[in-house]
């Protein structure tokens, strides 16, 4: 079995890749740039997450149009045609990771700093109505959100 570098080691190359990509992009798709980005990309992101669990989402028979549209960009970007290959690449992310978004969405929308700009699901406030409300009639609130975090939080830290 071959050893591999330890996570810090992904999350590097990960970083740097992301760099890399953004600064070709930022210089009107400088196609070196942006090759150097996605090779540490696509060899850190395995690193991190292990290449056993990578090899099997991506060979999932529901991931394999994303997987071979995102090889197909990737492949697009190392034989120099930068903009065609990211869109073409976009595309393929899009198809394999698609069905996280409204998960992160939900996620985001419940962080205290989005809510107390206006911008997610101000959770606090309607549960705060709802305990005052359920406190005259003397039944305990239900049970919130599965994943609401003040679930899981002291009360003082909110």
Do not use: W
Not at 44 to 58: C, E, F, M, Q, W
Not at 108 to 115: A, E
Request: proline content about 8%; charged content about 15%; some cysteine.
């Amino acid at each position: 079995s071959i050893p591999l570098p330890d996570r810090k080691t992904g999350v590097i190359m990960c970083a740097a890749g992301a760099a890399f990509s953004m600064l070709g992009v930022s210089l009107f798709f400088e196609k070196n740039l942006i090759r150097l980005g996605n090779i540490l990309l696509v060899f850190g992101a395995p690193i991190v997450v292990g290449p056993k669990r990578v090899s099997s989402y991506l060979m999932n028979p529901s991931k394999l149009r994303g997987s071979i549209i995102f090889g197909l960009g990737f492949f697009l970007i190392l034989s120099g045609h930068p903009l065609l290959g990211t869109v073409v690449e976009l595309f393929g992310f899009f198809n394999l990771f698609g069905n996280l978004f409204p998960f992160l969405g939900a996620m985001l929308s419940r962080l205290p700093i989005l809510s107390s700009l206006g911008l997610g699901n101000d959770s606090s406030r309607d549960r705060s109505q709802q305990q005052a409300s359920s406190a005259g009639s003397g039944s305990a609130p239900p049970f919130g959100d599965p994943l609401d975090p003040r679930d899981f939080m002291p009360r003082d830290y909110y």
